[in-house]
T-cell receptor, first 114, second 114 residues
Framework: DADVTQTPRNRITKTGKRIMLECSQTKGHDRMYWYRQDPGLGLRLIYY???????NKGEISDGYSVSRQAQAKFSLSLESAIPNQTALYFC?????????????FGPGTRLLVL | GEDVEQSLFLSVREGDSSVINCTYTDSSSTYLYWYKQEPGAGLQLLTY?????DMKQDQRLTVLLNKKDKHLSLRIADTQTGDSAIYFCAENTFRGSTLGRLYFGRGTQLTVWP
């Protein structure tokens, strides 16, 4: 969905490096999410934010941090990358005003930690 | 159980019907969803069903909901090779939190043979 963009699309980094993945949305949604996807494990929630002042941990937040700089921007940081953080990372947004909680996903960032 | 569960793989011949099954956890979930992920792409909302409905039909897609058994299915009629993708089931539930959000299954890899 072009309304949710993620940068970079691909990233290779080394163990111990700090990296940031960025997400921007033009949908005007208050809620934003970061997931990681690993083969056979589906989507696991890392962090979510229901508005600019609200940040919540998901199931697998250890080793990650986030920043909600504005309604439209939600960044995910790996403080000290490790190889088992190699995965596909997705950002998503939703609008609680619709009542359906439908989430809209970005195209993903493929991260390889060497 | 605590997890949204789906079988991991399904193979069908082109032109046949595909049925992807899911069991979810919370009988009070208000909406249930099917998302589709094509290779190299993010998740796209395919359809959703409100919990007071038993069935929803949208062109080749039919969603059936059995609330008593907490069972959701997605039927794709006249399956095409372009339907090959991973299909995720998701429920909107609270799980003891004050705020509802989506919980995803692990995804079913649908392979369509010509």
């Amino acid at each position: 969905d072009a309304d949710v963009t993620q940068t970079p699309r691909n990233r290779i980094t080394k163990t111990g490096k700090r990296i940031m993945l960025e997400c921007s949305q033009t949908k005007g949604h208050d809620r934003m999410y970061w997931y990681r996807q690993d083969p056979g494990l589906g989507l696991r929630l890392i962090y979510y934010s229901f508005d600019v002042k609200d940040i919540n941990k998901g199931e697998i937040s250890d080793g990650y941090s986030v920043s909600r700089q504005a309604q439209a921007k939600f960044s995910l940081s790996l403080e000290s990358a490790i190889p088992n953080q190699t995965a596909l990372y997705f950002c998503a947004t939703s609008d609680p005003g619709t009542g359906t909680e439908t989430q809209y996903f970005g195209p993903g960032t493929r991260l390889l930690v060497l | 159980g605590e997890d949204v569960e789906q079988s991991l793989f399904l193979s069908v011949r082109e032109g046949d019907s595909s049925v992807i099954n899911c069991t979810y956890t919370d009988s009070s979930s208000t909406y249930l969803y099917w998302y589709k992920q094509e290779p190299g792409a993010g998740l796209q909302l395919l359809t959703y069903i409100f919990s007071n409905m038993d069935m929803k039909q949208d062109q080749r897609l039919t969603v059936l909901l059995n609330k008593k058994d907490k069972h959701l299915s997605l039927r794709i009629a006249d399956t095409q090779t372009g339907d090959s993708a991973i299909y995720f089931c998701a429920e909107n539930t609270f799980r003891g939190s004050t705020l509802g959000r989506l919980y995803f299954g692990r995804g079913t890899q649908l392979t369509v043979w010509p």
